[in-house]
């Protein structure tokens, strides 16, 4: 059973500080998603990971792909309470569904 | 353009009635994708579908639930005899085409069954 896990699950830090959310996935994928919920809502793109070694960056999030490892990061940096959200990675290995994983919910303290 | 539009955003039924829910893809898009998220969990995919054909079912459960994406109109979850395990937020997602596969989800629909 293909699983995708996310580390950690919760994370609570401090506004300025970095941090690094981490997604193991148990199957190849040369493709990964990053997606931000807010409480009662839906889901928004973050990042479209299409190879290994894909780096992106918008503002204060940098997201990366390493297919070997089967890992993928989001970096965070200067964290600010705007920040505050559950972040979802997703791989899709066959084109037909995404898996996402376990979600990290993260919140930014002033 | 608009993007995935769902309907109703909630819905509340009682355990034993059927539950509807419609999603429209944005401009553009053939394929459809439907998913369910439990309280605190992440997505769950349950149905893939183009027009008029499902394409992969595999997270359907086998009882009471059926989708379907008819030529014109947008497509539907149905969900027979609701009972409260069936309480979540249902959401559908969109895309272009297979191969260039990024999703692109819809508000959601939350059903509560009483």
């Known amino acids: 059973e293909l699983k995708v896990e996310q580390n950690p699950l919760f994370l609570s830090m401090q506004e300025g500080k970095n941090y690094t959310i981490y997604c193991n996935y148990s199957?190849?994928?040369?493709?990964l998603y990053w997606y931000r919920q807010d409480p009662g809502k839906s889901l928004e793109s973050l990042f479209v990971l299409l190879s290994n070694g894909a780096v992106k960056q918008e503002g204060r999030l940098m997201a990366s792909l390493d297919t070997k490892a089967r890992l993928s990061t989001l970096h965070i940096t200067a964290a600010v309470h705007d920040l505050s959200a559950t972040y979802f990675c997703?791989?899709?290995?066959?084109?037909?569904?995404?898996?996402f994983g376990t979600g990290t919910s993260l919140t930014v303290i002033p | 353009n608009a993007g995935v539009m769902q309907n109703p955003r909630h819905l509340v039924r009682r355990r034993g009635q059927e539950a509807r829910l419609r999603c429209s893809p944005m401009k553009g898009h053939s394929h459809v994708y439907w998913y369910r998220q439990l309280p605190e969990e992440g997505l769950k995919f349950m149905v893939y579908?183009?027009?008029?054909?499902?394409?992969?079912e595999s997270g359907m459960p086998k009882e009471r639930f059926s989708a379907e994406f008819p030529k014109e109109g947008p497509s539907i979850l149905r969900i027979q005899q609701v009972v409260r395990g069936d309480s979540a937020a249902y959401f559908c997602?969109?895309?272009?085409?297979?191969?260039?596969?990024?999703?692109?989800f819809g508000p959601g629909t939350r059903l509560t069954v009483l």
């Open positions: 997602a969109s895309s272009r085409a297979k191969l260039w596969n990024e999703q692109f």
């Open positions: 997703a791989v899709d290995p066959s084109g037909n569904q995404f898996y």
């Open positions: 199957t190849t994928s040369d493709r």
């Open positions: 579908l183009q027009k008029e054909n499902i394409i992969d």
